[in-house]
């Protein structure tokens, strides 16, 4: 099997690179423009050797994590290192592609260049209600004081929780796995980082509501503290990383207090 790179990745800045294309490939950027989403695929030219070895790796190389195969992981450390990107395309001019968000190094090989799969109506609607959602907050803080109507919504929603919880939870894995199930209700995907009866850590690598972050997000937490509390006092919901979608991923846990409940 043989593999030839169609062009080079140059970057020009943190945010944005530049692709260049091998002359014989022109022809196959007819009818690109500025705005499309491309999926580019590069080679990791810069992975060592021993790192293509490894079939088990910590996530994010977070040696407090337990290790996962890298084949369920978005890890650089795989057998053949072979790096995915989805791009905005900011202009074409000749065999040069600008392009913004391509999380590769300067000098990578590029092999190949899709189409990127089109954003539904679905979440151009969500992106709709997002836009709306930070509005009306954003001039109610104006308003009030962004304190204040946060402070307005908390109590009503960690109540909202706690009488959706109906059934006294045994422990964190059980708490935890009701949580899920509620998020995958709204379309929400992640993974189990860690599942014990005193501790449950989930991480959300998929969230069809970025729109509405950060606000959203932390009333749907809320909502989830209360949820938890009415579950089993003894247990405690934390929202303990909210980072934009496409850059990391969202963390959660479900802890067992150390002090009275």
């Keep these: 099997m043989n593999i030839e790179p169609i062009g080079v990745v140059r970057k020009t800045s943190e945010e944005q690179s530049t692709i260049e294309i091998d002359a014989r490939h022109v022809d196959g950027l007819h009818g690109l423009a500025e705005g499309d989403r491309l999926e580019v695929l590069y080679w990791m030219h810069k992975l060592p050797d021993d790192d293509r070895k490894a079939v088990r790796v910590h ?29 905005e395309l900011l202009r074409v001019r000749g065999n040069r592609l600008s392009v913004r968000n391509l999380d590769a190094l300067d ?25 709306m959602h930070n509005a009306i907050f954003e001039a109610l803080g104006r308003r009030f004081g962004e304190q204040q109507v946060k402070d307005a919504l908390y109590q009503a929603v960690r109540e909202a929780g706690r009488e959706a919880a109906k059934t006294v939870r045994a422990d964190a894995i059980d708490i935890g796995r009701a949580i899920m199930a509620v998020e995958k209700l709204w379309g929400i995907e992640g993974s189990i980082v860690e599942e014990a009866p005193d501790r449950f850590v989930r991480e959300v690598t998929k969230c069809p509501w970025s729109y509405f972050k950060p606000l959203g997000c932390k009333v749907f937490a809320w909502w989830m503290e209360g949820f938890c509390h009415g579950s089993n006092a003894a247990y405690a919901y934390s929202l303990e990383r909210l980072i934009p979608e496409g850059q990391e991923c969202c963390r959660w846990s479900v802890r067992r207090l150390t002090g009275p409940a």
Excluded at 68 to 81: A, Q, T
Excluded at 117 to 126: C, G, H, K, V
Aim: no cysteine; net charge positive.
């Design 107 to 131: 000098g990578s090989p590029v092999l190949d260049i899709k189409s990127a799969p089109s954003r539904s109506e679905a979440t151009t609607l969500i992106d709709l209600w997002g836009g």
């Design 59 to 87: 996530p994010r190389g977070d040696r407090s994590r337990p290790k996962k195969g890298v084949f369920g992981l978005r890890s650089p450390m795989r057998p053949n290192p072979i790096g995915a990107s989805v791009v």
